[in-house]
């Protein structure tokens, strides 16, 4: 079984400040993680994937996410955001050997001027 | 390019009819998705094709769900006898390969 946890519903930042969104995941074997960001009225967006290799991934937009394995975690990072950076936010997780994603509940992500 | 592509954007249907869900993928995709988002919910895993042939369906609910993909590129998802608990966005997504997924932009479902 694999399972994610987004504990922040939402997540309010000023403009500039560090944005930080947080995903914890469970899963059997070796993870693969990824984030999503969905406007309103479009489709979920592909904004980075951690596959293997260096735990610091970089992303689209100017985001980065950080693989921790001891703390099964992959929380989503931006040094300094924009009021446009405003959406929601998914973290998932596929086992290595599935191809199905698991999504978190999402993490409404407010920026304000 | 051209992106994950799902028609119609919104279907109302009454409950106890039959609809049928487009996507078209993008062009050389192998890997195609079903997902369901219900409201203030993640998308849930419903179906996956590899190539004309579903290699896992173990999301569906019930068989009242069913998905085809004949050719190996165009998917449909048909919902029989609908009930208003089937009310959601259906996404679909294509892949290249075994790792990121292209959403498209969803069917809104509601039944009444």
């Known amino acids: 079984a694999q399972s994610v946890a987004q504990p922040e519903d939402q997540v309010n930042v000023a403009e500039g400040n560090p944005l930080t969104v947080k995903c914890t995941y469970s899963?059997?074997?070796?993870?693969?993680l990824f984030w999503y960001v969905q406007y309103p009225n479009r489709g979920l967006q592909f904004l980075l994937k951690?596959?293997?290799?260096?735990?610091l991934v970089k992303g689209s937009y100017g985001f980065e996410a950080e693989f921790n394995k001891s703390q099964t975690s992959f929380h989503l990072k931006k040094p300094s955001a924009l009021v446009s950076d405003s959406a929601l936010y998914f973290c998932?997780?596929?086992?290595?050997?599935?191809?199905?994603?698991?999504f978190g509940a999402g993490t409404t992500v407010t920026v304000r001027a | 390019g051209a992106g994950v592509s799902q028609t119609p954007s919104n279907k109302v249907t009454e409950k106890g009819k039959y609809v049928e869900l487009r996507c078209d993928p993008i062009?050389?995709?192998?890997?195609l998705y079903w997902y369901r988002q219900s409201l203030g919910q993640g998308p849930e895993f419903l179906i996956y094709?590899?190539?004309?042939?579903?290699?896992?369906d173990s999301g569906l609910p019930n068989d009242r769900f069913f998905a085809v993909r004949p050719e190996g590129s165009v998917s449909t998802l048909k919902i029989q006898r609908t009930e208003r608990g089937d009310s959601a966005v259906y996404l679909c997504?294509?892949?290249?390969?075994?790792?990121?997924?292209?959403f498209g932009p969803g069917t809104r479902l509601t039944v009444t």
């Open positions: 997504a294509s892949s290249p390969d075994s790792y990121e997924q292209y």
């Open positions: 899963v059997s074997g070796n993870p693969y």
């Open positions: 951690y596959i293997t290799g260096d735990n």
């Open positions: 998932a997780v596929r086992d290595m050997n599935d191809y199905k994603l698991s």
């Open positions: 062009s050389g995709h192998t890997a």
């Open positions: 094709f590899q190539g004309t042939g579903a290699a896992d």
